[in-house]
């Protein structure tokens, strides 16, 4: 049968159409992998970065600050925020102590209860992040100020040795970023490595505010008021401002542990701590010298200034006797002897302003035992 001889050459054409079409198709594939892999590459190295800095942190502050400040970037999040369980409030309570400034981390909260976070568990099972729509009756807690048009969210279970410590809470304006289906190894390896950084930094935190504090009483100790003068010397000189100290010893405290015993003579102590306390300032630091004895050094204040301060102190103690366990009541009163920073000691090192600054109110305590106690006497 005859054939025409251009229909093997259509044929040919049609087919090397095909090959080109199939051969467009996968090299569109092979760019779209290829952008797959050099994303997820970029995403890797981002996120490489981030545990890095995180593993770095050394202080509570460094780390939540570079969670809050990286996370949104390298995950490209709309928000993150970390809620931390806190049963008693000792988290809180230490890392403000050590100055940390929780209005500048308004996306860090605190929360009482683990159960609270909202991660159901059953018997032996792990607990796993919660993944889906934002809506606000459910995660206003987790999100107290939202971003505009918050979409979807995961919330993201913190744990320590299958301890819940917190939630890291992730949200997207995007509807599809976090929904039910979507796998959880990536978050979940995410969040094991920021609790374990939080435990760290936590834990050390606290060691470091331990050796900082007095165990009986909660307030400072003499390490901490040593380095605290020191440093406020300085800052007072710089910034041309007066500091005061003051030393206040409990009058005749042998006899009161004499009375009532050592234990209700602690109960005392901190009673002192506590009334001496409730007259100061925030920007004050009281310390326990060692003994019965109590240091304050008062900020921006002169020796006027410091003194009536003394004299509500003194007041205060010796106004309304002390309760003790067992309903008996006691009158305790304390001396004060006050300094403050003289311009006099411009040219000495710092150092040794600090020393004669507690030396001179311990000076002035000694008068104030002498003159019968229970009374403030200036080191003029
Ligand atoms: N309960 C208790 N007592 C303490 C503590 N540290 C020191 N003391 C007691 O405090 C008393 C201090 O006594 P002294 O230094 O003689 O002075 P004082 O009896 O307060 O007399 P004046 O200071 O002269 O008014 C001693 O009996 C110490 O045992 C403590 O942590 N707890």
Redesign the pocket.
């Known amino acids: 049968m005859y054939q025409p001889d251009t229909q093997p050459d259509a044929q040919t054409a049609a087919q090397s159409r095909d090959l080109v079409a199939e051969n467009e198709a996968l090299r569109a594939r092979m760019s779209y992998v290829m952008e797959q892999a050099r994303r997820n590459h970029e995403i890797m190295s981002r996120h490489q970065a981030f545990d890095l800095e995180i593993v770095g942190a050394s202080t509570f502050t460094e780390l939540v600050g570079t969670i809050f400040r990286m996370l949104p970037i390298i995950s490209e999040l709309d928000t993150v925020t970390l809620s931390l369980v806190d049963p008693d409030a000792d988290i809180y309570t230490v890392m403000y102590k050590l100055g940390v400034d929780f209005e500048a981390l308004p996306d860090l909260l605190f929360c009482e209860h683990a159960v609270c976070l909202g991660f159901e568990s059953y018997e032996g099972e792990r607990l796993r992040p919660r993944l889906g729509p934002y809506t606000r009756a459910e995660h206003h807690a987790s999100f107290p100020h939202p971003p505009t048009g918050l979409q979807s969210v995961a919330l993201v279970p913190l744990l320590r040795n299958k301890r819940l410590i917190g939630s890291l809470n992730l949200g997207s304006t995007d509807i599809q970023r976090f929904t039910r289906a979507l796998g959880t190894d990536f978050v979940e390896h995410m969040a094991s490595i920021i609790a374990i950084c939080l435990e760290n930094v936590i834990s050390n935190e606290m060691l470091k505010y331990m050796g900082l504090t007095d165990a009986?009483t909660g307030v400072y100790n003499r390490r901490y008021i040593d380095r605290r003068l020191v440093e406020e010397v300085a800052r007072a000189r710089r910034q041309d401002y007066c500091i005061s100290v003051m030393f206040i010893?409990?009058?005749?405290?042998?006899?009161v542990?004499d009375r009532v015993g050592?234990q209700a003579?602690?109960d005392v102590?901190r009673e002192v701590a506590a009334r001496i306390k409730m007259e100061l300032r925030v920007s004050d630091a009281l310390a326990r010298f060692g003994?019965?004895e109590f240091v304050v050094l008062l900020i921006d204040a002169d020796l006027a200034a410091a003194a009536m301060v003394a004299e509500r102190i003194r007041a205060g103690v010796v106004g309304k006797p002390f309760d003790l366990a067992g309903g008996q009541g006691m009158n305790v009163s304390v001396s004060i002897g006050v300094s403050a920073l003289d311009d006099a000691a411009c040219e000495l090192p710092i150092e040794v302003v600090a020393q004669q600054l507690v030396a001179l109110a311990d000076g002035a305590l000694y008068q104030a035992?002498e003159a019968g106690?229970n009374r403030v006497v200036r080191a003029e």
């Open positions: 009986l010893d409990v009058d005749h405290f042998k006899s542990n050592h003579g602690d102590l003994g019965e035992k106690r």
